[in-house]
């Protein structure tokens, strides 16, 4: 049975299905196609769990913290922003973001707000810190444990909107990066949006093609080309000036 508290105006029964009395045969209604896609993502989710710690819920550009970020990052917050407003089209498109910048500038907090948005329009989202989803598909490797590789591999590919952090792991080896090649590359290739962020260093001149030397070439062009140019977040730390 597909989601019972959906309301369709059609009034199709329980499985997406109206009656013709004339033929006296069944067919799918309108709204079949797209609940079945709910529900299919409704279950890869309770497979794999979301994550949306709590500091990163009910993110709104009018409260704190995004309004600060939107103050000392404008351009950056406006590119989300925009985004964010038009996040059907960008899903659809296969279209993601790429946050780079320092730490504590409010990179995450963008990616959030972005997953969220998706959310609401009715997308399927999974956060992850790639270093921890690395881990997952590790650990996914022993006799009978939850999630199954298989799962975990399906999630990250099918969901509609898959959020990434700090996707520069530390010390990546040859396993850590041809997962993460798996994973860009079977998005790429079903035009799946991404949404990322990647750490640089403090004082250090941002280079985005820094990441292509630490994750691989082969995964770095893929993002490049499902990302664009990426959303530049420099500057001090928030963490520290408010000793939080
Ligand atoms: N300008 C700001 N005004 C208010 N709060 C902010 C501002 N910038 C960041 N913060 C807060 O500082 C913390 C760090 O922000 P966030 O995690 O988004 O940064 P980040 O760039 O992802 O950092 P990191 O590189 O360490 O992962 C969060 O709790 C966020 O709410
Ligand atoms: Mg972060
Ligand atoms: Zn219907």
Redesign the pocket.
Known sequence: MLDPDFDCPNGCDANGFLFDETTRSAYACTCREERLRRQVHADMEDNVGRYAPS??QNLDFSE??L???????TAAASVVRRFGDRIDDNIRKGQGLW?L????????????YVAQQARAGGFSVLTRNTTDLLNEIRDSYKVDAQPTTREIINAVTHVDLLHL??VAVPRPNDWVLEQLYTIVNRRYEYNKAIVF?S?FPFGEHVNPAKLGEHIGERTYSRLMQMVGDPIP?TGA???MQ?G?
Do not use: C, Q, W
């Not at 309004?67 to 990052?73: L, N, T, Y």
């Open positions: 500091r990163f704190l913290p309004s600060g970020i939107a103050e000392r990052h946050l910048g320092n730490k504590g500038t409010g990179k995450t907090t963008l990616a959030y952090e700090d962020t750490d977040m730390d928030y963490r408010v939080a």
